[in-house]
């Protein structure tokens, strides 16, 4: 398929190619790559249908109340959450809290 380079300042042969957008998801975006040059092109639907996608995969949001565990304070994680961050019962994670309030909870490596 011919198109317009802007590399090339003329209409080339492209040849279509999935590049990644994110390798640990295995998101693609599909992209016209110009022959001469290797310049690629993706149009912007195409680009905005990898991010939803990309977010989908990525971003789980749960409001959740604290509970009351004893002394402490608790917190239940939704099993879609600790699948997704890959912990189990009696796995190690890191809890931190940032400049803006955000309470981390880190899979402990
Ligand atoms: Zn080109």
Redesign the pocket.
Known sequence: MKRY?V??ESE?EMRERLEDLDADTGVFVRASV?T??G?SYTDAHEFERAEKEFKAKNVLVFEKKIVKLGNSLGLWLPKEISKAARVGENKAVRVYVDNQRRIIVEAAR
Request: hydrophobic fraction near 0%; glycine fraction near 0%; include cysteine.
């Open positions: 380079c590399n090339c080339t110009c001469r040059c310049e």
